[in-house]
């Protein structure tokens, strides 16, 4: 796994302390917000799905619809930042790009922009799971049982979270946690996810066997 460089840690360390100089940033406030999911046009699948998936869950704990726009749109301090891109090396100078295939992932912020990336397959996505885990208090509890928990605001002064999976192939093997999406929200790699394209399928990061035991 590529971690990010002493450079990048130490910048983000002192922007997240100026961050938590400047007071508290709302996300939402009822029913309404000024953010933008934002990502590149060249983004790949998995991270294009990662901002419905944030959209999604994002409009249903607040009833707030933030869209999703390219690098060149928002509002600066106004931002979800998915995926490694120039804007968040901009922001994050040192940034270090993971392989895709790492999952590892972060998410932080600076200032009021908020920004989550990790390897292209799957760690941006995991990021935005893990963002709606714990701060937001979303649960996915079986492939039909889910909770937003319905918030009137919601806003934050300083974020840091990092994650590296202990392992690296992840398969319950049990026909509960095999809906595509259900298994991603459950971090497991062996089980492809529709994509977004007709036909076709967003591959996990590990290969699934026929059997084990």
């Not at 397959?121 to 714990?134: C, F, K, M, Q």
């Amino acid at each position: 796994m590529k971690k990010n460089s002493l450079f990048a840690i130490l910048m983000a360390t002192v922007l997240l302390t100026l961050s938590s100089c400047t007071g508290s940033h709302t996300l939402f406030s009822n029913g309404k917000s000024d953010y933008s999911i934002v990502i590149s046009p060249s983004a790949p699948e998995s991270e294009q799905l990662a901002a419905r998936e944030l959209q999604e869950w994002i409009q249903k704990v607040s009833g707030a619809e933030l869209p999703i726009v390219g690098l060149d749109g928002g509002q600066e301090g106004r931002r979800i930042i998915l995926g490694y891109n120039e804007l968040l090396t901009s922001l994050l100078p040192g940034t270090e790009e993971q392989k895709a295939t790492d999952e590892s992932f972060t998410y932080c912020n600076v200032g009021g922009d908020l920004l989550a990336w990790g390897g292209a397959n799957r760690g941006t996505l995991y990021a935005v799971y893990s963002l709606l885990e714990r701060e937001l208090g979303c649960r996915w509890y079986t492939r039909k049982v889910s909770l937003a928990p319905e918030m009137k605001e919601w806003s934050f002064k300083t974020l840091f979270h990092q994650e590296a999976p202990a392992l690296r192939m992840r398969d319950n093997n049990y026909i509960g946690v095999s809906e595509p999406h259900f298994a991603a929200r459950m971090r497991n790699n062996t089980i492809p996810l529709p994509s977004l394209t007709e036909g076709k399928t967003i591959f996990g990061t590990s290969e699934r066997y026929w059997n084990c035991h």
